[in-house]
Structures are given as C-alpha cells and as structure tokens.
C-alpha cells in the first residue's frame, strides 16, 4: 500500500496537541507515515504504519515496522528520501514552523512540504531575527499553514508571499444535532452558574487572573451563587490554590489538576458558561494560536468568555458567541463575566446555540480535514 503523506513532528504524545494527533491518525489514516524524534507512549497517540525515528537511540526494534536512522546526530538526507521513495510519500506535513525549518531541504524535488505553524512558533520566536530569516527559507515550500489570519499577516510582514501561507483553523468534533442542552429545561434557572475552564497553568492562559476575576464576582454574587472547574495543572498550580486557600473558597472552585479528556467533556455538559483568560506572555511573548479548548466549549454549545488575544477574536464572536475583553484586564474580564451570569438563561443558551452553529460551519474536523487534504492535494 502506499503512503502518500507524511507528518513530521518533534514528539508525540503531548496530551495537549490533540490537533496534531488528529492529523497523524485521522487526515489519511491507513496511507500515512509518521517522522519523529521518538516512539509514542501516550496509548491515545497509537499508530500502526510506518515511522522514522529522527536523532533516535532506540535500538531492537522490528524493521518492517520501524526504520531507525541515528547519524553523527543529524539523519542523511539520502536515508531520509529512500524511506519517503519507499513507501510512494508524495506530501510532507511538518509541525510547527521552527521544527520543519531544518528538514525543508533534505526532501526530493519530488516531495510537496507544507509547514504547519501553531503557537509558540509564530509568536515568541517570530520576535527573534535570526528566526525571521530563517523562515524565510519557506518561500521554497509548497505552502504554509497556520490556524489564523493574525498569524498569516505577520508571517507576510517578515516578507513570506502572502499567497503561500494558507489560513485553516483547528477543527474539532461537533454533533451534527444541537446539543441537548438546548432542549432540555431550557427555560428553568440554575444555580449555581457552572463555569470551566481548562488548559495547562502557563502564563499565557493568565491562570490567576481567571481566578481573580472569578473570586470578585463570586463577592458581588455571594458565595454559592457560582461554581469553577478548573482542569489542568502547570507551573502556576500550587500558587492558584494559595490563592484559593487564602480566598475561603474552595467550596466553589474546584482545582482538577490534569484530566483525561473524557473528563473534560463530560464536564463540558454540565457547565453553563465557558472561561478563559488568554493573554502574551509577558516575560517570553508566547501566546496562544487558537485555543482548541474554546473551539470545544463551542462545539459543547457553550458561550465563550474570554480575552481579544490571538486568534480567540476569530473564533468567539463578540456579544454573539460570548463576551471579549482586553487580555490582562482582569476588571474588564469581571464585568463580561458578570454580564454573562447575571443575563437570562434563555439568552445564555441562544449564545451558545449560536456558539454550536458557528463551530459546526467553521470549526470542525470534518472542515478542517477537507481543507487540508484539497490544499495539499490528496484524495481519500
């Protein structure tokens, strides 16, 4: 059988690139094989065809299901196109900008590259000179993807033609029916209002912030009027329940640490209103690309309160979807989030029925999947 695309990436089995995960599995299952520094070990990265492991010192491993290629630490561009030519690759899909860059050039003319910018490498490292000329090097690509227009027009600022770099936003699983939700008890209150929030404690998702603002309008409600779940952990965990256990209110925020992602959903139908408080890293100017975890409370039917950062703008619709607020406010991030509890429950559920909707037209795999595969020329 042939294989005629091939996703490069650094490392699988990074519970939160569940976007890459979906493209290694399911963009073309069956007919693609997986370059990467090492063997997945997360069971949910599970993949059966043929891999090349870069930069590897594992040794023993079953030719017909693994090639192992460790040269003087950097892998021959030789061995690297007689196992594309093997297995009739046609397509190479790199992950993130900066990991693709060494290896635009170790590929047969015959290959197509098209290098997939995410996060990190299309903010804190587009910062730095030496990576802005060295992503120029991709103007040789077959094309360049990244999840928001944002980033499409910073990558045209440091000189990439503006019709090599194609805009796909992440897609994520949506029902093709309203979540019932919107269905059931629709017209009764609840209380109290479920808030969640989830993504790792990093200093680009402003952890604390969130939890400020959450505690001054759990003050204005009194306390039991609503409740936070928080999943994930990170670096700033211990200091979130510091500020919890000093805040006397820990009855009504619930700090889940990390979860599998079965967790997460089933939360996401219990919850009313979706949090999240992204902001520019102010030490690394990391910050986010376009947050799967909101692209998901969408696709759950949830209204969005978050921060205009990124590509959040893209996705959540201001007033319409949820509520924006200048990122690193956490007053501002307060009042949307009061005006959002505080508003009839018919009108929440209108705003996250038109949440739903715009996530099943826009956002989801079933888009994504179709955009990628007619860019980069393959048919299933």
Same mark, same amino acid.
């Given at each position: 059988m042939t294989h005629p695309l091939a996703v490069l990436l650094p490392q699988p089995g990074v519970v939160s690139e569940t976007f890459i995960r979906r493209h290694v599995q399911e963009l073309l299952p069956g007919r693609t094989v997986m370059l990467t520094e090492r063997l997945p070990e997360n069971p949910e990265w599970s993949f059966q065809g043929p891999m090349l492991l870069l930069h590897s010192k594992r040794y023993g491993?079953?030719?017909?299901?693994l090639h192992r290629l460790h040269l003087g630490g950097h892998p021959a561009a030789g061995a690297l196109r007689r196992f594309l030519h093997t297995h009739e690759t046609t397509v190479v899909l790199g992950e993130y900008l900066d990991y693709s860059h060494q290896w635009l050039k170790t590929l047969?003319?015959?290959?197509r590259f098209f290098a997939h910018a995410?996060?990190?490498?299309?903010?804190? +490292? %587009?910062?730095?000179?030496?990576?802005?000329?060295?992503?120029?090097?991709?103007r040789h690509a077959a094309g360049v993807i990244t999840m928001s227009e944002l980033n499409k027009r910073e990558l045209v600022e440091i000189g990439l033609p503006a019709s090599l770099i194609h805009v796909i936003p992440y897609?994520?699983?949506?029902?093709?029916?309203?979540?019932?939700r919107?269905?059931?008890?629709?017209?009764e209150s609840t209380k109290p209002i479920r808030l969640l929030a989830v993504g790792r404690?990093?200093?680009k998702k402003a952890?604390? +912030? %969130?939890?400020?603002?959450?505690l001054e309008a759990r003050q204005v409600l009194g306390a039991g009027a609503l409740r936070l779940d928080y999943i994930g952990d990170g670096p700033y965990f211990e200091a979130a329940k510091t500020l919890l256990q000093q805040s006397a209110a820990t009855e009504d925020i619930i700090l889940h640490g990390a979860k599998p992602n079965s967790f997460v959903q089933e939360l996401m139908k219990q919850a009313d209103v979706f949090v999240q408080h992204s902001r520019t890293d102010p030490e690394t100017g990391d910050r986010e690309g376009m947050p799967v975890a909101i692209l998901e409370a969408m696709a759950a039917g949830l209204p969005v309160v978050s921060t205009m950062?990124?590509?959040?703008?893209?996705?959540v619709l201001h007033g319409t979807t949820g509520l924006l607020s200048p990122e690193g406010d956490a007053d501002a991030f307060t009042r949307s989030l009061l005006e959002l509890i505080q508003t009839e429950k018919l009108q929440r559920l209108a705003m996250g029925l038109a949440a739903w909707q715009r996530a099943k037209s826009e956002f989801s795999w079933r888009v994504e999947r179709q955009r990628l595969l007619e860019l980069m020329g393959l048919s299933t």
């Open positions: 491993l079953p030719a017909r299901v047969s003319p015959k290959v995410h996060g990190y490498d299309v903010s804190q +490292l %587009l910062k730095l000179p030496e990576w802005r000329l060295k992503y120029l090097d991709f897609g994520v699983d949506v029902s093709e029916t309203e979540p019932t919107f269905s059931i008890n629709s017209s404690m990093v200093a952890p604390l +912030l %969130l939890l400020q603002s959450v950062h990124a590509g959040i703008p893209e996705s």
